[in-house]
């Protein structure tokens, strides 16, 4: 079996796949402070809740965006699980072309998310994962990644918006009817929902301008399903693209397996 850990600013990510098949996942608070015993006791308590024994995982596979927690990470699986991890490294260790000026910036959830959408969707592609970041990650049709951009993300937005305003407040994060508010919690609605799914829409718009073909735009992230319900150009959420991803990466660089 392989785990995968997918580790963000916000939210971690885990995934046990048998085979090709994801078994469970899991999606956690980020917590950079974690020690390695924490996520070593955690995870395993996590497994055996669903009957997974420690000794079955052969082999496990990070993407991590927080790099103060990679030796935590890396010490948690070979004390826990006696397992070397291998860690995304883009332009390092992942073989999809990256034509950008910088490819070592590029962070490693983008391109397991586009390795995935490849594998899953054939490219030309648009993926949106909605994060801490708003991410916008572009493949042309020959499957090559080509850069994309970056918003603020939903949840990012409304924080800083309340710590900015005396008189709003933090309200639920759903769709109201209108668009049009009658009250200061469907005012914010409106403004965070239907903001954002012009955002998406209008960047969607741009980024098909500047690419070849018919790119398809797929969406990830916990907030991906509410923006869909209000955007035009989301054609598909798939809620584990970035596991998904993480384990053709994996297999990519081990062809023998572990």
């Known amino acids: 079996m392989l785990l995968v850990i997918d580790v963000g600013n916000t939210n ?19 917590r950079r402070e974690q020690t390695a015993d924490e996520y070593g ?20 596979a990070i993407s991590n965006v927080v790099p103060p927690a990679q030796q935590t990470l890396e010490g ?7 397992i070397r991890p291998f860690s995304v490294e883009p ?12 490819p070592q910036e590029v962070g490693p959830d983008r391109i397991v998310n586009a390795v995935a959408a490849v594998e899953l969707y054939g ?16 493949v042309n049709a020959r499957g090559e990644f080509i850069g994309g951009a970056i918003a603020p993300g939903i949840a990012a937005s409304a924080e800083a918006l309340i710590s900015k305003a005396a008189r709003l407040y933090r309200v639920e994060f759903v769709r109201p ?12 609605q409106s403004g965070l929902v239907y903001g954002y799914a012009s955002l998406v829409d209008g960047l969607v718009g741009r980024l098909r301008a500047e690419m070849d073909g018919d790119p398809k735009v797929i969406a990830t992230g916990g907030l991906a399903p509410l923006i869909q319900e209000a955007a035009r150009t989301i054609q598909q959420v798939n809620p584990d693209l970035t596991l998904e991803g993480l384990r053709l990466v994996w297999e990519q660089a081990h062809p023998s397996g572990p």
Do not use: H
């Open 76 to 82: 948690m699986c070979e004390k826990y699980f006696g």
């Open 12 to 30: 971690t990510g885990l995934g046990v796949f048998d085979g090709r098949r994801l078994t469970v996942s899991w999606r956690l608070a980020s």
């Open 123 to 138: 490219p030309p592609l648009i993926v949106i994962d909605f994060g801490t970041a708003t991410t916008f990650d572009c």
């Open 41 to 60: 006791i955690f995870i395993q308590s996590l497994m055996a809740s669903q009957g997974i024994e420690r000794g079955r995982i052969k082999a496990i």
């Open 177 to 188: 009817k209108e668009a049009i508010g009658r009250n200061t919690v469907t005012n914010i």
């Open 91 to 102: 332009a390092v260790n992942v073989k999809m072309v990256l034509r950008v000026e910088n």
